[in-house]
């Protein structure tokens, strides 16, 4: 299982395609099987329940296939702030993609598909979550300028030196 956290724009979905591509693994993306489940789209969630309630079954979704057969599985940007995701992610190999502000808004946009573009308290966000993505990640890899093979390369590399997932010395 290898869990690619990062904020909005970091290039999780892009990047985590072209890893279990090639590991060999299916990949998966918590907020389209979120979307899949719901029936409904991750706007609609937030627009209709609210932030708690997309946050709740976010951290279902995701306990769900941390329990499931291995995958590469892209979060959220949010999701790692759910107490019990971030607990679960504590015994799982999590790939953090770096990606500065300025990046990260230029590579999303004006996205209605990103609910949480809409928060005047963006930039506070962005701030309190580079401490948790570092705090979880077992492979750090920077983003900014460069191509998602590129990254998915480094990431391969990364893997390749570090002792397994669930080594018990490792943490
Ligand atoms: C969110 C990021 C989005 C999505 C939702 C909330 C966040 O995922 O889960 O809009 O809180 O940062 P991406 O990081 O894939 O854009």
Redesign the pocket.
């Known amino acids: 299982m290898i869990v690619l956290v990062g904020?909005?724009g970091a290039g999780?979905?892009t990047v985590g395609h072209l890893l279990a591509e090639r590991l060999g693994l299916p990949f998966a993306d918590s907020?389209r099987i979120i979307e899949q489940r719901s029936g409904r789209s991750?706007p609609q969630i937030f627009a209709e329940d609210g932030e708690p309630a997309f946050r709740a079954l976010?951290h279902q979704v995701i306990a769900g296939l941390l329990d499931g057969p291995a995958l590469v599985l892209?979060l959220?940007?949010?999701?790692a702030e759910h107490p019990g995701t971030h607990e679960r992610l504590a015994a799982a190999e999590v790939v953090y993609l770096q990606v500065g502000y300025e990046q990260a808004m230029h590579r999303v946009g004006g996205d209605p598909g990103?609910?949480?573009l809409a928060r005047p308290d963006l930039p506070a966000i962005y701030q309190r979550r580079l401490e948790l993505y570092a705090g979880i990640a077992t492979l750090t890899v920077s983003t900014d300028g460069r191509a998602p093979e590129a990254i998915s390369e480094d990431i391969l590399a990364g893997l390749a030196r570090e002792p397994a997932a669930n080594d018990p010395v490792r943490r």
């Open positions: 904020f909005m999780k979905t907020d991750v976010e892209a959220g940007g949010g999701a990103r609910p949480l």
